[in-house]
């Protein structure tokens, strides 16, 4: 049965950051929180757009939403990730911005706050432009502090930039959710921190949600590493990827919730459709 989401405790002894209110219960009702992510269509300006109007792509959205939504999710999260190979944070165009806003708008229309978006990679100042013009209530941030080499170079945290364009634009309701030992890429450059600290380090830099992950898209995280980062952090923890119907249930005692997508599609790939059934078959195992 499902349990309201746990506030952060103020007298905890763990916490880098002062207490605040637990980011992920504003945006569910209860927990385990199932987030599906909609990998959208092509946009314009990348390479495998093929012309079709942006209505169209937010026609796409709003019809994968509803195959999560209908079938137990709780919320999804709008993310580009046709856009492939993704550009650096600071190198998007204003139609991605753009784009992006539209799209979500879309989505947040048919299904209110329960609406985040990812535009990747780590493009965190980009993310919170199109989320605060859409309405969505919260950002994926792959790398928020420290740096890490990805498939597209050499990726810097974001938080400084974008707390504060946040700030600057007025969308300060707009939550931040960062991954801790982000995937698709190679942490030598913080190798002597460990995963307990790098947690401290992103709830520090004043994340609202944490993020536990796979190696790449699709892998399941591992157990011990979400409790490493469950417990060295009074924030909210959910696992970002190889979230299935046979583990769920296992994995969600060690968290909050997940996002998921590559393992609900038909054909089991991030670029295949939703399918209902699977959605539901994850949602009942985890006792939603």
Known sequence: MSTPPPEASPTSSLGVFPSKPSALADIVATTPALIGAIHLLALPGSPHYKGQPVAEIAAFAVAEAHAYIDNG???????????????KPGEHGYETAATMGV??????????????????SNAGECG?????AAGASFVRVNQWANAYIANEGFIEGQAAKTTRFRHRIG???V?????????HGAHAIVADRTIAEQTEDAEFFDADVLIATGSRTGDAASVDEVSVIRNNTVLPVIIGSG????????LMKECDGAIIASSVKENARWWGRVDGDKVRAVARAAGK
């Open 103 to 120: 799209v979500t708008a879309a989505v947040v229309a048919e299904f209110g706050r329960a609406v985040g978006v990812s535009i990747l």
């Open 73 to 87: 999710f709780d919320a999804v999260i709008v993310e580009n990730h046709w856009d492939i190979p993704f550009l």
């Open 128 to 132: 919170v432009a199109a989320a605060w």
């Open 243 to 250: 979230i299935t119907a046979g583990n769920v249930g296992d």
């Open 171 to 173: 969308a300060t309701p």
């Open 175 to 183: 939550k931040i959710f960062a991954d801790v030992h982000v995937k």
